[in-house]
């Protein structure tokens, strides 16, 4: 066990649902988030037991092109706050599927919100064949989409990347390679929660 370090985070993007894995990738490339991707990321990484002061250094290294001054001047109270220890000390949870859907739509720039309710069909059908999804799989993710079924879309991205991970590619080739392990995954709970993918994926490799 142990807690959760600011270095293990990268380790980690695999068990991450798609709207916080797009989160972390952008915050590698720009070294930045804007205020609703940061609350989003932020309280995901709070959520999967990132304590306070492990939180700062790992924003503190992502924004790598503030110096140490700006980043405390600018971005370390809101951190703080979400944690709990400023303000009217509110312990802020992370943010569920329902909220993340239905909460503000993306503009040009913020990289908050859920990819299968705030993508484009074809960039979210590019990402999914960059995950190695076959044109079955994919088609059957985007029915749930074009159906406004966005967690029964998550759910069933679940079930595909992880049986992959697991070696289960097809069930003729490949289908002994991982004993029960497809049952394993298919019989995972709806995702409600993007804690709740990250948890049922970090327990399924446990
Ligand atoms: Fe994230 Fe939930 Fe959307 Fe999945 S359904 S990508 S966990 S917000």
């Known amino acids: ?12 993007t695999f068990h991450m649902p798609p709207c ?3 989160l972390h990738t ?9 205020h609703g991707g940061r609350m989003q990321y932020g309280l995901f990484l709070k959520g999967i037991g990132l304590p306070l002061e492990q939180a700062l250094l790992f924003w503190q290294k992502a924004f790598g092109k503030h110096t140490a ?12 706050h979400s944690y709990g220890m400023e303000g009217k000390r509110t312990d802020y949870t992370p943010y569920s599927c329902k909220g993340i859907i239905m909460g503000s739509t993306p503009g040009p720039g913020d990289h ?12 979210l059908r590019d990402s999914l064949s960059a995950r190695g999804l076959d044109d079955f ?11 406004h079924h966005y967690q029964l879309a998550c759910t069933r991205y679940f079930e ?10 097809t069930e003729t080739l490949q289908g002994g390679l991982v004993e029960g392990g497809k049952s394993r995954v298919a ?20």
Request: charge should be negative.
């Open 1 to 12: 066990t142990g807690e959760l370090h600011a270095e293990d985070v990268n380790g980690l």
């Open 20 to 22: 916080m894995d797009q």
């Open 26 to 34: 952008e915050l590698r490339n720009a070294q930045h988030l804007r």
């Open 69 to 80: 001054e700006q980043f405390n001047k600018e971005y370390a109270y809101n951190i703080r």
């Open 112 to 123: 908050h919100g859920c990819p299968f309710r705030h993508w484009p069909a074809a960039k």
């Open 137 to 147: 799989d994919k088609e059957d993710v985007m029915q749930f989409v074009q159906g």
């Open 160 to 169: 595909v990347t992880r049986a992959m991970k697991m070696g289960i590619l």
């Open 187 to 206: 019989s995972q709970e709806t995702i409600e929660h993007p804690n709740q993918f990250f948890e049922q994926s970090y327990l399924l490799f446990r």
